[in-house]
């Protein structure tokens, strides 16, 4: 019977060619790899082929494709990035092209030039990940790629033996990490651009989730399943309960029957004689906005006119709206105060809150009915009396609170407060103000966002996009504006917790440990999240928003210490930069001879046969024959420190010492 040869592991089987040109096409796969989540199906799928088609060439040994062949394949894929695009300039079809060169050019690679081509064109692709995101995992994933992209490269330079895989990705880490600390003293130091350095003109920005300047019913109920972050904060006196976590935004107060929309203003400034009165001390509070594409700011009732937006600036309106006039593109950061106690508008005269009685005419009868009903049953109640009925109603009257409500028609006020009487914070809002306008109280209807998640790893407060929130506010003549809430009659957790403890959960499908610990703040997973979350918004102010404001102030401050703040960057620049050498320098060895004997004695010492101080190569190899091993490590040790000692001591030998040096480092993995 037949013995069945043993099996010669993979990297023996490959030639050193095969296995560099393997790893180089598995860098490309990892350079190409995040932008398959935003290229179109066709062009994503058309790399892989051509990767495959690249790998399956070099582990058959055949031929590659002739240049005929590859010449209409490349055009015809640009007409249809072009097809795609209908341009070929931008950021979305330049990349594309990149992606498909990069592809295409690993199947025309002839010499060691079109080898670096690819090499430096991957290092090129991979800074395009960042245009499409910057975030923390992104940031990790392209160090890694780096790592491997490197050692695909150095791999291509050796001359002699190749070393192990795991030993050429830990000299491409170790050549990152030298680099890092020049890296990051640049990223200290030199003078930052103005605006953010990924961005684009025109095409760098996408779609993004806000609030609208317009209300319908289900349009926040929409934006409530997103849970993208809108803005974080930061308390600088206190955190405010949560009941007064109200986010103002964007006052609504013209109703066509289906929309609320904003009150139309004239050309130029129609602003009234505001009246605001304070109570007690404000809350400072430090915001940081994602960017939105949207020009509307969501403040904390009621914030002060004080208030400054580094890059854009400011209008503010008779209803205690601010905004910018020009779109917010990127993550801002700004300080405000705010009163949680006021008094807006008070003692006005109530013909000049006629606009905010109207209502449309043909619309909604049984609702208009009803307000006519219970103001006869009370003709001498105030405001305050009648708010308090409606929201009896509400709590009494068997409505849900749900992010799925019926579809309404025509008259959809009617329909929700008779038929479904299903609906999210947009349908209880805007049935409140229609019946008290109808009542002949002055209201309108407030969006913005309500609440928030306190993180207690660093004590930022996460507002996200499914915090956005309607709500509405009626004027008195005595007390001015008040807020009331409706939704806070049906879901009263939903102001006093979060949206998530107001709805109904769905069944959890065995899953309901997990949910029950991500919903509690003091389980192990919440506080996973929590740290996280912390590590993420870290990542976002000191290194996403390290703008030339911040950099500023981080260098003024150093300044106090080192005199004039350019002195001490350059002074540490250039300490950076000795540091670094030195440490380079100490680390190079005097001698190729003695590197490779200081890496054979580290190799025994591992096996427990650590070679002693006054210990000489004869004397070693004598007493490491005791060694435990087969008969071939033995050989190559015995033969390793003769080769080493006739080198050393300089004896005669039949090869030349770079013959030998190279003999020396081939035996080395054998004595392993």
């Not at 009915?369 to 006869?376: E, P, T, V």
């Not at 708010?387 to 009896?392: D, E, R, V, Y």
Request: glycine letters at 6%.
């Amino acid at each position: 019977m037949n013995a069945v040869p043993p099996r010669t592991p993979l990297a023996l089987r490959l030639t050193r060619d095969k296995a560099d040109t393997l790893l180089l096409i598995a860098a490309a796969l990892m350079v190409l790899a995040p932008h398959f989540a935003h290229l179109p199906l066709w062009i994503s799928a058309l790399a892989c082929v051509t990767l495959l088609w690249r790998a399956a060439i070099t582990w058959t040994g055949r031929r590659m494709p002739p240049i005929w062949l590859l010449v209409p394949v490349a055009v015809a894929a640009m007409a249809g990035v072009y097809a795609t695009y209908r341009t070929l300039l931008g950021r979305d079809a330049g990349v594309a092209m990149l992606v498909l060169l990069l592809a295409f050019k690993l199947l025309e690679m002839h010499a060691k030039r079109d080898l670096f081509v690819v090499v430096f064109l991957s290092f090129f692709v991979l800074l395009t990940n960042f245009l499409y995101s910057q975030s923390m995992p992104t940031a990790l994933f392209m160090a890694l790629t780096l790592v491997v992209l490197l050692t695909a490269q150095q791999s291509f330079q050796y001359t002699g033996v190749v070393p192990p895989l795991a030993r050429r990705l830990r000299t491409s880490a170790k050549v990152c990490a030298i680099a890092a600390p020049i890296a990051l003293l640049l990223f200290i130091g030199f003078p930052r651009l103005q605006g953010p350095l990924w961005g684009l003109p025109g095409d760098a920005l996408g779609g993004k989730t806000g609030l609208s300047d317009t209300m319908a019913p289900g349009t926040l109920s929409s934006l409530a399943q997103s849970d993208e972050p809108a803005f974080r904060v930061r308390f600088l006196d206190g955190v405010p309960a949560q009941q007064q976590l109200y986010w103002r935004s964007i006052v609504l107060g013209d109703y066509d029957g289906r929309t609320w929309s904003r009150v139309p203003r004239k050309r130029g400034l129609q602003r009234l004689d505001i009246a605001i009165q304070t109570r007690g001390r404000p809350l400072r509070y430090e915001t940081t906005m994602e960017a939105t594409n949207t020009r509307w700011l969501a403040l904390l009732e009621l914030t002060g006119p004080d208030l400054q937006v580094p890059g854009y600036r400011l209008r503010d309106t008779d209803e205690m709206e601010v905004f910018t006039t020009d779109a917010i593109s990127r993550r801002v950061r700004y300080q405000a105060m705010a009163w949680t106690s006021y008094a807006l508008q008070a003692n006005e005269r109530p013909e000049r809150m006629a606009r905010w009685l109207e209502l449309p005419a043909g619309y909604n009868p049984r609702t208009l009915a009803l307000a006519q009903q219970l103001r006869a049953t009370m003709p001498q109640a105030d405001a305050a009396l009648l708010s308090s009925a409606l929201l009896a109603r509400f709590r009494s009257g068997g409505y849900n609170y749900t992010l799925e409500p019926p579809l309404l028609g025509r008259d959809a006020v009617d329909e929700f407060l008779f038929q479904s009487k299903s609906g999210f914070c947009e349908h209880y809002a805007g049935a409140y103000v229609v019946l008290m306008r109808a009542m002949g109280i002055p209201a309108r209807v407030v969006t913005g966002y309500q609440g928030g998640e306190m993180n207690p790893v660093d004590g930022y407060l996460t507002v996200r996009q499914s915090d956005a929130h309607a709500w509405a506010e009626i004027w008195t003549p005595q007390a001015g504006w008040q807020r009331v809430d409706p939704t806070a009659a049906v879901a009263p957790d939903r102001v006093q917790r979060n949206l998530a403890r107001a709805l109904p959960q769905p069944p959890a499908f065995g899953f309901a440990p997990l949910l029950a610990l991500q919903g509690d703040p003091n389980s192990w997973l919440a506080q996973v999240r929590f740290s996280y979350a912390a590590l993420n918004n870290s990542w976002n102010q000191w290194v996403l928003d390290y703008n030339s404001d911040r950099q500023r102030s981080f260098l003024e401050e150093l300044s106090a210490s080192f005199g004039n703040w350019r002195s001490a960057v350059a002074a540490a620049l250039v300490c950076g930069l000795l540091l670094a050498l030195r440490w380079q320098w100490q680390r190079q060895p005097a001698d190729p001879l003695d590197s490779l004997y200081a890496a054979f004695c580290r190799l025994q010492a591992r096996h427990g046969y650590a070679r002693r101080p006054a210990e000489g190569p004869h004397s070693y190899a004598a007493r490491l024959q005791a060694m435990p091993g087969s008969a071939e490590r033995h050989a190559a040790i015995n033969q390793f420190l003769h080769l080493y000692g006739m080198l050393k001591y300089g004896a005669d030998g039949t090869e030349s010492r770079s013959a030998s040096l190279a003999t020396l480092k081939t035996l080395l993995p054998l004595c392993r």
